[in-house]
């Protein structure tokens, strides 16, 4: 007797904790107040739900293009002050600002040949045949002059960069750089011009 009724206390006891534990998992999964009935499955479903994708997108896009604009702010400003951290990676650098620098303290006669260039086809409407060959001819040997030029530009900066910088240091494109920044008008270079006329770097 002693036995049985051991038993089924013991039982009455598991069952009671069973019941305490249940209990206790479903206060966690479900904190509502009492009086409120509890959500069906498909309620608590959507509300573990996370916010639609197609939202997010649209503000990241926003804010996106928002960073984009504020950097294309910066690059611009940066065109007209030099401002180094802003600078587009082909203009970035000390080597680069040297070669800007000195591009922009010599006179050049590449900077005018766009000027010439387009005379010369307004004028062109105007003259005669033989007037139009013969000056024609001058355009051609001063594009040769120009394009000459350029190539003497980039020797002299690859002599100055390496001189300053050092053979091992020195960066590739240079010469190529200087010489296409010599056959820019100067006031529409970009990045603008720093220094004045014949004020070269040292």
């Known amino acids: 007797m002693l036995g049985r009724k051991r038993n089924s206390a013991e039982k009455i006891a598991e069952a009671e904790a069973a019941a305490a534990r249940e209990q206790a998992q479903t206060t966690k999964r479900q904190p509502e107040k009492k009086g409120v009935p509890t959500p069906k499955r498909s309620q608590q479903q959507a509300a573990r739900k996370r916010p639609l994708v197609q939202n997010d997108r649209k503000v990241a896009r926003a804010a996106q293009r928002q960073q984009m604009a504020d950097q294309r702010v910066k690059m611009r ?54 007037m139009r060959i013969i000056v024609s001819q001058i355009l051609w040997l001063f594009v040769l ?22 053979v091992e240091n020195r960066e590739r494109g240079l010469p190529f750089y200087a010489a296409m920044r010599s056959l820019q008008i100067r006031r529409l270079r970009l990045p603008k011009p720093l220094v004045s006329r014949g004020h070269f770097p040292a």
């Open 77 to 130: 400003r940066a065109m007209e002050t030099g401002e180094e951290k802003y600078l587009p990676a082909r203009d970035r650098g000390p080597q680069r600002r040297y070669v800007r620098d000195y591009v922009d303290a010599r006179f050049g006669i590449g900077e005018w040949m766009l000027v010439l260039v387009l005379v010369f086809l307004f004028a062109s409407f105007v003259m005669n045949q033989e």
């Open 145 to 166: 002059a120009v394009l000459v030029e350029a190539v003497w530009v980039g020797r002299v900066v690859r002599k100055k960069i390496d001189a300053k910088f050092g």
